[in-house]
């Protein structure tokens, strides 16, 4: 079954690939495809002017389970350069990167983090959790990565590339600054982060944070009846007052918990949103990377005691965030 899948898989990329000449030769701008919206905004942060981005993964829309369409392949095989995570975070869509790699312009650009920086996966000897961008730090790594590919891509705009990163990289700087700073204003005993899935290790080890998902770090685990149970004794034992649901994971399990602890007279409230896998609205200031870890930083400092400012780091961010 699977040699037949991978044959099908291979019958589509060949008929797209004679059915569309490269982005590049059409229009003058770099066409650059991105799996998920960090990398898309990353990529449209270095290019600047001198590209034309696509980001595949929309708000909302979770990476471990997303399947690529047919218009997905076309976007893909089109483009002058693609641009995707790795690190197994697009896990259904791995295949079809990997076998593009070996005849385009393809880079997982999560891989430039030093596997040294990474968090090892418990069961699995050589992968890693893909998380990476929680932290402003780990993402720079990332953000380096997309300068490298544009500049191999497009030489001739290396200095441009370059200088755009160095900015880039100045406001992640700038943000790094303000998530310890908020994040430490949270008193120690309440420094609890409990979310849907396990998406914020990295943030966790980073900002002093213990961090539970009620599923592992892809959503694709399931949570059983008695680890729902072992967490709802968990909020009641230690009078943890807030948990936090995500914006590409159902917040099914974390209404569930809210329900039990209520059962046992402790009330847990939802602290908030978070962005997990995906950004927010394009157009908006939480549809940009800087937005994105700005909102989670504000919303978990906030929720759990912290000092926070209105509006986020800058006053960009929306009303009631």
Request: no cysteine; aromatic share 6%.
């Amino acid at each position: 079954m699977l040699t037949l899948r991978r044959h099908f898989l291979g019958l589509i990329l060949a008929g797209t690939a004679l059915a569309a000449g490269p982005l590049h030769a059409a229009e003058e701008k770099i066409g650059v495809v991105a799996t998920t919206g960090m990398i898309a905004d990353a990529a449209r942060q270095v290019g600047g002017d001198l590209v034309e981005v696509q980001g595949l993964m929309g708000p909302g829309v979770d990476p471990h389970s997303y399947r690529q369409t047919r218009t997905d392949i076309v976007a893909l095989t089109r483009a002058d350069l693609v641009l995707w995570h790795g690190l197994y975070l697009e896990a259904q869509m791995e295949e079809l990167l990997l076998k593009l790699g070996e005849r385009g312009n393809v880079v997982a650009v999560g891989e430039a983090v030093p596997v040294d920086e990474r968090i090892g996966h418990e069961d699995y000897e050589n992968k890693f959790d893909p998380h990476v961008w929680m932290v402003p730090e780990l993402w720079a790594h990332v953000v380096r990565g997309v300068e490298t590919a544009l500049a191999e891509t497009a030489p001739e705009h290396a200095e441009v590339f370059a200088a755009n990163a160095e900015a880039h990289l100045a406001e992640i700087e700038r943000l790094g600054a303000y998530a310890r700073e908020t994040l430490a204003t949270v008193p120690e005993p309440a420094r609890v982060l409990l979310t849907a899935h396990d998406a914020f290790g990295y943030f966790g080890r980073s900002f002093g944070y213990e961090v539970i998902g009620i599923q592992g770090i892809s959503t694709e685990s399931e949570a059983g009846l008695d680890r729902i149970r072992t967490l709802v004794d968990m909020l009641v034992e230690r009078k943890i007052g807030a948990v936090f649901v995500e914006s590409s994971v159902s917040d099914r399990n974390m209404r569930a918990l809210v329900e039990g602890a209520a059962a046992q007279g402790h009330e847990v409230k939802i602290g908030g949103e978070l962005f997990s896998d995906a950004m927010g609205q394009p157009g908006t200031y939480e549809g940009t990377y800087i937005g994105m870890i700005d909102h989670n930083v504000s919303t978990i400092a906030g929720a759990l005691g912290g000092d926070v400012p209105e509006r986020g780091m800058t006053g960009k961010l929306a009303a009631g965030s």
